[in-house]
């Protein structure tokens, strides 16, 4: 209790809150902006974040990508363009309402419940993330070893379009993780003589890189459209909101469950917690065949989920250092600089600046009616901000926060290496996110594979020994294999349909 | 897709290879089986596996999905689109080199403007925009956060 009492005193300073504040409104207004993605304002934030104390830093990133995450219904519901990847499941659904002349509505239970999903992901997050840690302290190099695989494994094979590119992102972010000194060996690694790569490729700039330059070089290449925005005004958007909770509480309650169980898996985030969340609703609907044409119910269940996800996806960054999703790798790796290395001695460490992030979590999710609100009445003129005014300006930040970091241009050239890098894989369908988490985790999976291997003697069944770590390890091989056992099963049928 | 997965295929693979033969020259610790090469070689050579699934897969179905390489995205980019794209390396290439010299001001000055009006904004829309977006990376930069961006020509007046 005595440390819940100190997280207060540590959360109720202005420095903590102004910037809570100032980050929500933030990535409220980046969110909100089409094309530009929750993981873009992290970007564009976390050279900001690198001046400041650890917890204000922190609490920045939690709100800021708290608000994206919501602030991406925005466009999503008003342009049908969703402004962060985890809207895009019920894209269809919303903007369906806003012809209807309903994009108060639908505006309005995306603010409710993803207020109400976000506070739900924390508090399975408080309760959740102490027991585990106390699991956590007893494991070894394998379990994490494993932890980490699984991680990746999860982030490649849920929902990809195309596990091998995916894995092909992940091999080339775990190979990049490897240049420099940090190494168990503290040999020179790829670094061809250079002083600056012995520190390896900080990934600050990459990350910059890979979600903000990326997106310009493809503005300057496509051409960068204006868009048109259908509906000038939003009206009230507190319509109705006791009637929705009536009516959807067991659509709130179910993607409120799915989405932070989703987000709790290492490896998995908003974005499939949304697409699974609307498929589930569909299924149980008692009117299923009103979906796709403008009907709220889907919208509830799955903007709940993804909020939660968010919550859920702090549980194994916290815990073990495992990122749930891209934007979570990113805070895990300002943790590290920071000085508050995730894992289970932080709990018993810093129990104070646990729960003081705790506390932000609801903070945020307090913040998110008043600003989500001010957001939406604003909207028309937000989402009329162009485009091609906008790219240049990210660039230009990009620059000087890369550069910031470690206050060399070597920064700025790394950005813009992988800024080409993430063109180039996004321009042929590669997903960048997997490269984000090789490059964040690639360290920690080398350490613990290698420290493993010595230990073991060279055996790889040592792996499996260890009832956690065998079932962790079994976990990972059924995921990898599982889009072969989908194909055999689908192979199995077939035969059996024609024969009938 | 299946030239381009192809090409991909081909050059992870050589990287693959590269970084296989490269870690070879890696100091090995004595009496220590696992050292420093281990990670490396077993990620480029999962690398290499991969980019060989890619462009064998892409080669086994170029006949049945000839038609669709049309969509895929690169191919098109028009030459304008390309230069516009090579273009923007230039800008910050250029930065890197001469920002130091001319000072921050400036470099960023030409940076914003050129790629404004490069996406075709109006030229004093793009003006009255780079001003501004100096103004709040000045203030938030170089006086709240104390980052020493260079000055330049500048230096006098700053």
Not at chain 2, 20 to 35: D, R, T
Request: one cysteine or more; a positive charge; aromatic letters at 10%.
């Amino acid at each position: 209790m005595q440390a819940i009492e100190k997280a207060f005193g540590l959360v109720a300073t202005p420095g903590v809150l102004i910037s809570v504040l100032l980050a929500s409104a933030f990535g409220m207004v980046i969110g909100a902006i089409p094309g530009l993605t929750a993981t873009m304002a992290i970007a564009l934030l976390v050279p900001i974040t690198f001046f400041m104390d650890p917890l204000p830093a922190v609490g920045a990133m939690i709100a800021c990508s708290a608000m994206a995450i919501f602030a991406g219904d925005i466009p999503s519901t008003l342009l049908r363009i969703p402004g962060t990847p985890a809207s895009a499941a019920y894209t269809d659904e919303a903007y369906a309402m806003t012809r209807k002349g309903e994009a108060e509505t639908a505006l309005g239970a995306n603010l409710l419940f993803s207020a109400i999903g976000g506070l739900f992901g924390t508090a399975v997050l408080i309760v959740a993330a102490p027991a585990l840690a106390e699991v956590a302290l007893r494991f070894s190099s394998f379990e994490y070893f494993w932890l980490a695989v699984l991680g990746l494994t999860c982030a490649i094979f849920i929902g990809a379009v195309s596990p091998l590119k995916g894995l092909i992102s992940l091999f080339i972010g775990l190979l990049v993780a490897t240049v420099g000194l940090n190494n168990p060996a503290g040999v020179p690694r790829f670094t061809f003589g250079y002083t600056e790569l012995m520190g390896g490729i900080d990934f600050i700039p990459a990350m910059i890189g890979l979600f903000a330059v990326s997106e310009v070089l493809r503005a300057m290449v496509h051409g960068a459209t204006d868009l048109k925005v259908t509906q000038s005004r939003v009206g009230n958007l507190f319509r109705n909101w006791g009637g929705m909770i009536k009516t959807y509480w067991r659509q709130q309650v179910r993607g409120n469950t799915l989405g932070t169980a989703i987000g709790i898996l290492p490896g998995a985030g908003a974005d499939i917690a949304a697409w699974v969340a609307y498929a589930m609703s569909k299924k149980f609907s008692k009117t299923p065949e009103k979906f796709g044409k403008g009907h709220v119910e889907g919208i509830v269940e799955s903007t709940s989920a993804n909020n939660a996800a968010l919550g859920g996806a702090w549980v194994p960054a916290l815990v073990f250092g495992i990122p749930g999703d891209s934007i979570t790798a990113v805070v895990i790796g300002v943790l590290f600089i920071k000085g508050l290395n995730p894992g289970p001695t932080l709990f018993i460490n810093n129990p104070e600046s646990i729960y003081a992030v705790f506390l932000i979590f609801i903070l945020a999710n307090l913040f998110m009616i008043p600003l989500g609100w001010a957001v939406m009445k604003g909207a028309t003129v937000i989402l009329r901000v162009p485009r091609r005014v906008l790219m240049p300006l990210i660039l230009g930040f990009s620059m000087v926060g890369a550069f910031a970091v470690n206050n060399t241009a070597y920064g700025i050239v790394i950005m813009l290496a992988f800024g080409v890098l993430g063109f180039l894989m996004e321009e042929n369908d590669i997903p960048v996110a997997p490269c984000i988490l090789g490059i964040v985790l690639g360290p920690m999976i080398e350490e613990n594979f290698v420290t493993s291997m010595i230990k073991s003697d060279g055996s790889f069944l040592a792996f499996f020994e260890r009832p956690i770590a065998g079932a962790l390890g079994v976990f990972t091989i059924l995921v990898v294999l599982s889009p072969l056992i989908g194909m055999a099963l689908r192979r199995m049928r077939r035969p059996a349909a024609n024969a009938a | 897709m299946v030239k381009s997965d192809i090409i991909i295929g081909f050059i992870l693979t050589m990287l693959g290879v590269a970084v296989i033969l490269h870690a070879q020259s890696f100091p090995a610790i004595p009496g220590q089986e696992y050292g420093a090469a281990v990670f490396p070689v077993l990620i480029a050579g999962a690398l290499a596996i991969c980019g060989i699934l890619l462009a064998f897969g892409a080669w086994r179905r170029r006949a049945s999905l000839a038609a669709v390489d049309l969509e895929h995205s690169m191919a098109g980019i028009t030459s304008a689109g390309w230069t516009k794209g090579l273009a923007t390396i230039a800008l910050v290439v250029g930065y890197c080199l001469f920002a130091d010299r001319i000072g921050f001001i400036p470099a960023m000055a030409i940076v914003l403007m050129v790629g404004m009006l490069m996406l075709g904004v109006r030229w004093w829309v793009a003006l009255l925009v780079s001003a501004a977006t100096i103004l709040v990376i000045y203030q938030l930069f170089v006086v709240l956060m104390r980052v020493p961006l260079p000055r330049g020509l500048l230096a006098p007046f700053l």
